[in-house]
C-alpha cells in the first residue's frame, strides 16, 4: 500500500495516544496519525473530515467505545473502526463484535503495536479494493449483456441488471449461488469438460443454453475469461428468436437425455402412481436391476427402506406435479445391497389434453464425481491446515530461540497456539499418574479455570498415552453430556495433548482445547509433533545450562539389575567402568568401557546379541587378555536415559549382574518425574540415594560450557570420541580410521571436526 493512510486515535490518555502514534508513523511511513482524546469531538471530525481508519479506546470519560462506535457507525458504515484497549474479556469482545466493530486488540505489549499496524493496513487495503471495485461495477452496470462475475468457488458475486433480467432471477438470488443453477444436468459437465479449462487457457467462446427461474430455456452467444484474481468473468447475450425457438429447446429439455445419454443415464418412465412402465440399458446398468425385476415395480425400489418408509419417493413425485418438475440428490440403493449417490431429475407428463399420463424419471449415478469433489475439499483443508500450522511451528522456533527458562518456552508455545482456529485456549502440565492432567500455567484462560476444565475433562488413557509413548493424542469431548460451569467449556469438542519431548524424555505436555470435533490431518499431526520436540529440545538445553552454571547439584545414585540393559551383566567375575558417553546420532551413543578381569573379545561376543547394542568394537586388549577398552553403540541402557533428560552421568561401574550409575542433575530438576521414568522403563532399577552436593567454582567450567555451547553435536562427539578412543595417546590406541569408524562417519570428516573442536577448546583456555 503506497498512498497514505490517515489515521484517528480516539483514546483520553494522551500520552499512550502519543506513543502510539509516533510508533505507527515510525514503522509505517504511509500512516498520518491524529489522536483526539475526546470522544464526542472525534465523531464530529469522522463526519467533517475524511478517515482512512479509527482506533478507539473501550473506556473513555465521555462515553463508552461501544455507544462511540454505535454512533460513528451511522455516520460510515463502512470504515474500518478498530477497538484498541486495556479493558479485555469475552463478553466485551463478543458485545464488540456484535455492535459492528472491525476488529478488537487488547494493549497487551509492544508487540501489539505491530499487530495493530499490520491489521490497520489490512482493513484500509480492503476498503479500498472494494471501492476500487465498485466503480468498475458502475460501468459493467450500463453495458447492454448480461455480466457476472463468480468467485474461484463458481460462485455469483456480482451480476448486471441485465444478466439477472436474461436469467429471470432477482440479483439478490444469484448472488451466492453456484453456476450451476442455470445449467441443465445435461449440459453441466460440457462447463467442466470444456469450457471452464478453455477459460483458463485465455478464454472460452460459444453458444449456451441457459435454464431461467420460469423454467424455460434461452440460447445465449456466450464468453468465459479469468481475472488475474482468480474470478470468472461471464458476458452472455440472448440470441433466442423467437416464441417457437424457446419452446423447441423447453421440449428438447425433456427428451435429448432420452436420445443422447442411453448407458450414461437411468431413463424411465413411471405411471400416475409411481410405478415403472419402461427400462433402458443405462437403469440396468446403474441400479442392477433388469428389465423383467423394475418394471412393474414401485419407484420406491431404488430408496433405503428408512426413506421409502417415510414417504421420500411420493413426495418427490408430489413436488415434481406442483412445480413441473423436481431435481434432487441423494443416496439410492442397488439390487446387491450397495448405494450410489444419485443426481435424479422428475417431470411430469401430460397428454395433448393436458391430461396427467405419469412421470419421466432420469437419474445418474454421481458416486465416483461426489467422491472426487470431497476428495478435493479434504486435499484443500489438509493443505490450507498444514500451511497454517508450520507458520506457528517457525514462530514458536523463533519465539524459543529468546527463552532462557522452561516456563518461557511453555508460555510461548501456549500463547502461540491459542491464536491459531479452532483453539479456544492451552494450557502446560504433566500426567498426574492418578489419571489428570496437572496444568502448570495456561493461555486464553486463567490457570486455575484451565485446571477446573481439565479436571472434569481428561481421561487417563489419553493422558497417560500421551505422557508415556511421547505422542500427540486426541480426545473427543461430548461437552453436553459433562457438567461444566464455564462457558469457554461448553464450547469445547476435543482436546489435543502434545509431548514436548527431547529423544526420550518427556518434559510435560501441552493441551489444546478446541471447537473442532475432527480427526486431525497426517500434516497438522506432524506440525504439532515438531513444535512438541522443538520445545522439548529447547527445555533440555535451558535445564543442561542450568546444571552447568549452578554451584550445586542434586547427585542421585542408581542401581540396576534389568537384563534388557547390555550394560548389566557386561561382565563376569571381573568389573568394568564407564570412562565416557558421546551420543552420535539420534537415539544412539557411543559408550566407552574399561574392562578389569574380563577379555573385550569375550564381552564384545556376548554384548552383541542384546537388542539395545547397534555396534561392538574393541579399541584395546591387554597381552594377557585380562582387560582393555571396549566401544559400544546403544540404543537403550539407563546411563543413556538420564544423559536424555538432561542428566550429568559422571561415575558408572559394573560387576556381575549390576550396573551402579551416579549422576548429577538441576536443583530445579522434577527429580520425582526423573525417577519415576527410569523406574517405569528399567523395572529393575531403584533409586539407592540422593544428596545435595556444592560444586566449586574452576577454570575448568568456562572450558566445559564452551565445549557445550559453541561446538555442534558432531564436533564434541569427534573430541570426546578421539579422547576416549586413545588417539591423543603414544602410542595411539586408535588411529582417525578407527574412530571415524566407531562414529559411521569418515576419516576426512572426523579430522574436521576435531580440529575446530580443538580450536575451540585451545581458544577458551589460553586466550
Sequence with gaps: MNDSVRVLHVDDDREFASLTAAYLEEEYEEFAVETEPDATRALARIREESFDCVVSDYEMPQMTGLVFLREARE??????????????????????ISAGVTDYLQKRGPEQYTLLGNRIRHYVDKRRAEEERLRGYEAIERAREGISILDEEGRFV??????????????????????????????REQVYDEQLPAATEGGWTGQT???????????????????????LVSVAQDITDDERRRRELLEARRFESLVDAVTEYAVFMLDTEGRIVTWNEGAEEITGYTEEEAVGEHVSLFHASEDADGGMPEDLLDRALAEGSAEVEGWRARRDGGRFWAHVVVTPVYDDDGTHQGFALVTRDMTERRARENELREQRESLAAANRMNAVLRDVLRRIIDDSSREGIERDVCDRLTTEEPY????????????????????????????????HLSTEATVARAAAEGTVEVQHVDSEAIDLDHDLAKAIRSVVYVPLTYRDTTYGLVALCSTSASYLTDDERSALEDIGTAAGYGIHAVETERLLQADGVVELVFETTDDDDPLVGLVGDGSARLDRLVPVDDGQYLLYATLDGASPTAVRERVASNPATADATVVHEDDDGDGGVLALTVTRSLVTHLADAGAKVHTTEMTDGSLRVVADVSPTADIGQLVDGVTEAFPGTRLVSKRQVARPVKRTRAVAETVESQLTERQLAALQAAYHGGYFERPRRQTAEDVAATMGISASTFHQHLRIALETVLTELFD
Design 424 to 455: 479456544l485456549f492451552a494450557a502446560s502440565g504433566s500426567y498426574d499418574g492418578t489419571g489428570g492432567f496437572a496444568v502448570r500455567l495456561a493461555s486464553g484462560i486463567d490457570a486455575d479455570a484451565a485446571a477446573y476444565v481439565f479436571e
Design 75 to 96: 455516520i460510515d458504515p463502512d470504515l474500518p473502526i478498530v477497538f484498541f484497549t486495556g479493558r479485555g474479556s469475552e463478553d466485551v469482545a463478543a458485545e464488540a
Design 209 to 231: 443454453v441457459f435454464r431461467r427461474k420460469d423454467g424455460d430455456l434461452v440460447l445465449t452467444n456466450h464468453s468465459l475469461s479469468y481475472t488475474d484474481e482468480g474470478e
Design 158 to 187: 456480482y451480476t448486471n441488471r441485465a444478466f439477472a433480467d436474461l436469467v429471470g432471477y432477482g440479483r439478490e438470488e444469484l448472488l451466492g449461488e453456484h453456476w450451476e443453477l442455470l445449467y441443465r444436468e445435461e449440459d
